[in-house]
């Protein structure tokens, strides 16, 4: 069964300027979750999905921070214009629905902000 | 909201056994899992504990206690492979099944 997948693996941008990642979740889960994980944290939850529609976006910076999942399957974010704060790992991640199914990371994208 | 404490760094030696504590402070939760993470790679699930007790996956086991807000991981016959981060995370009660996680816990194994 083919993982989380994302890209690009490795983003190095400018402040100011925009930058656009992509995640295809695992075939058949309904929920999409998009997670910041800074240096020595935990992840943090910037936006889920449940098929198409938003769930929880109550932590996403949505003066920057946008992100769709217009067929319920493939998700983009994108930050606009980036922060130097910015920098970290966004990690896309899917599951079943529902309490306590197992949730599935991609390796991550990571991006430097300078 | 929920908040979780780890303790950030743990070591020991290959072979021994470790424990690795969360707390947490929810007003309700479904329950509480453990993920790994080792350097540049994704959080990989560990483990589930709906229920109070402890459940055992191999070398690795974890354990809830609701009344006491607590949970650890248990890391039997330790390997150089498990030097890693390990996070719990609580998914809240209210619908959303959205897990928050902890800060992490390194975990750095000594020959």
């Known amino acids: 069964e083919a993982g989380v997948a994302q890209s690009p693996r490795y983003k190095i941008i400018e402040k100011r300027q925009s930058v656009a990642f992509w995640c295809n979740p695992i075939?058949?889960?309904?929920?999409l979750y998009w997670y910041q994980q800074i240096l020595g944290q935990g992840p943090k939850l910037l936006i889920q999905?449940?098929?198409?529609?938003?769930?929880?976006d109550s932590q996403l910076p949505k003066d920057r921070f946008s992100a769709e999942r217009l067929k319920g399957v493939d998700s983009t974010l994108k930050i606009q214009p980036a922060k130097l704060e910015d920098s970290a790992v966004y990690l896309c991640?899917?599951?079943?629905?529902?309490?306590?199914?197992?949730?599935?990371f991609g390796e991550g994208s990571w991006l430097t902000v300078v | 909201g929920q908040s979780l404490e780890q303790p950030s760094e743990v070591t020991a030696v290959e072979g021994a056994i470790v424990q690795i504590n969360c707390t947490y402070q929810t007003s309700g939760f479904y329950g509480l899992s453990w993920y790994q993470q080792h350097d540049g790679g994704a959080p990989t699930f560990l483990s589930y504990n709906a229920l109070d007790g402890l459940e055992e996956t191999g070398r690795f086991s974890s354990f809830l206690s609701r009344s006491d807000s607590y949970g650890y991981l248990l890391l039997q016959e330790l390997q150089m492979k498990d030097s890693a981060s390990y996070f719990c995370?609580?998914?809240?009660?209210?619908?959303?099944?959205?897990?928050?996680f902890g800060r992490g816990t390194s975990l750095i194994v000594h020959p």
């Open positions: 991640a899917s599951s079943l629905a529902g309490a306590g199914n197992t949730i599935y």
């Open positions: 995370a609580v998914t809240p009660a209210g619908g959303s099944y959205i897990p928050t």
């Open positions: 075939s058949g889960h309904a929920t």
């Open positions: 999905f449940q098929n198409n529609g938003v769930v929880d």
